[in-house]
Every structure is written in structure tokens, then in C-alpha cells.
């Protein structure tokens, strides 16, 4: 069984539409989180929720929004997307304590043309 | 605030040779620090970790030593092979955030 599983593992669109990734954990984390991979490979995290509450929001454009409709699961909308927002996406859980690493998805490859 | 600074890359190495590759931190408080690994067209696994002064992290051979006085988590392998090829990143969390490094693309050459 997959611990942090993400859908899709690529995505392909048109600048301008608005698009979702979905991220399921089955580790009982209480935290999720998104970090964008730039193509130099650097990670910068965007958001986090513990226990369905936002708890990290970083520096991110107001057209990625993300939903956690249960502590299992957390989604990142994003809205006009720009040629900009190509990157590869990860989501992660962890336990709370800052002794637990992440464990992290696969990755979806999000191009923007 | 937190941050990670790791030796810049690539790194190209021969099959058996020593590898070592740098990560110096800065945080406050006292904070747990991690070495990740990203295979290509892989997503990030972790590779070990220490949470406190003086601990070694070690797995698949590879090792490092939090080193408070130096604020240093330098990871080590003796004998790398070819598939250690892989992009490896230091990181520190304190709190929920983990912080990580700009990567470090290590090829090993057979």
C-alpha cells in the first residue's frame, strides 16, 4: 500500500485553466503539506495543515488554494495557472513532533503552455 | 530563522571512492536534522536522521553526526556505487516546518 499517494502524476494544461492535485496519506499523520520542486531542484513549502487546520502559508500567490476535507487528505487548487506555476508538486505527512521526518509522495509534474 | 546551506554541486564520482557532502545550519532552539535522497523521477525518501547533539544517523551505509558546536550535519559514505547516484538534500525541522538545503546531484561513474 502506498503511504502518501498523489493524483495525477502528470499534468499537462493550457495557461489560464484552473486545475486540482489530490494527496491521500493512510500513515495516521496528523500534518499534510505542499512543497513545489523548481527545475533547479530547489524545495520551498507552501502550505500545511495539522488536523484539518492551515497552519503553514507561505509566500504563495492567492490562486493556489489548498482543502483538507479530513486529516487524510489534502488538495491543491490552483486557479489561472501561468506558465510560472510549472514544477513538479509534493505532498507529505508527518507526525507533529519535530523529531518524525516527512514521508512524501511521488510527485505530480505540473507543465503549464 | 531556520535555514540549510549544502556544498554545491554536481559531484561526480568513480565506483568505491569516499564521498562526502557538507551541510552547515542555522536554528533556533534545537532542532532535528535529516538527510533525504530524490532518485531520478523519484519523490523524496528519507535517508537518516539525528534529533539531538552528538547523534550519528546512519542507513545504506551512509552516515552523518549532528554536530551542535559546529552547526554542521556533514553526511558521509566509504564506498559509493553507482546506484547512489541520486540528488541528496540536508534539512532541519523545528516545529511542523522542515527546511531544506538547495540539493546536492551526485553522480557515480562505474
Known amino acids: 500500500d502506498t503511504a502518501v499517494s498523489q493524483t495525477p502524476k502528470y499534468l499537462v494544461t493550457q495557461m489560464g485553466n484552473d486545475k486540482s492535485i489530490k494527496c491521500e496519506q493512510n500513515?495516521?499523520?496528523?500534518?499534510m503539506y505542499w512543497y513545489k520542486q523548481d527545475s533547479k531542484k530547489f524545495l520551498k513549502i507552501m502550505f500545511s495543515?495539522?488536523?484539518?487546520?492551515?497552519?503553514i502559508n507561505e509566500t504563495v500567490p492567492n490562486r493556489f488554494s489548498p482543502k483538507s476535507p479530513d486529516k487524510a487528505h489534502l488538495n491543491l487548487h490552483i486557479n489561472s495557472l501561468e506558465l510560472g506555476d510549472s514544477a513538479v508538486y509534493f505532498c507529505a505527512s508527518s507526525q507533529g513532533d519535530r523529531g518524525y521526518g516527512y514521508t512524501f509522495g511521488s510527485g505530480t509534474r505540473l507543465t503549464v503552455v | 530563522g531556520n535555514s540549510v546551506t549544502q556544498m554545491e554541486g554536481p559531484v561526480t564520482l568513480s565506483e568505491e571512492a569516499f564521498l562526502t557532502i557538507n551541510c552547515t545550519y542555522t536554528?533556533?532552539?534545537?532542532?532535528?536534522l535529516f538527510w533525504y535522497v530524490q532518485y531520478p523521477g523519484e519523490g523524496l525518501q528519507l535517508l537518516l536522521k539525528a534529533t539531538k547533539a552528538d547523534d550519528k544517523g546512519s542507513n545504506k551505509g551512509f552516515e552523518a553526526t549532528y554536530r551542535k558546536e559546529t552547526t554542521s550535519f556533514h553526511l558521509e559514505k566509504g564506498s559509493v556505487q553507482v546506484s547512489d547516484s541520486a540528488v541528496y538534500f540536508c534539512?532541519?525541522?523545528?516545529?511542523?516546518?522542515?527546511?531544506f538545503g538547495a540539493g546536492t546531484t551526485v553522480t557515480v561513474r562505474a
Open positions: 536554528a533556533t532552539g534545537y532542532p532535528s
Open positions: 500513515l495516521g499523520h496528523d500534518t
Open positions: 495543515y495539522n488536523n484539518k487546520e492551515l497552519i
Open positions: 534539512a532541519l525541522r523545528n516545529d511542523y516546518k522542515l527546511s
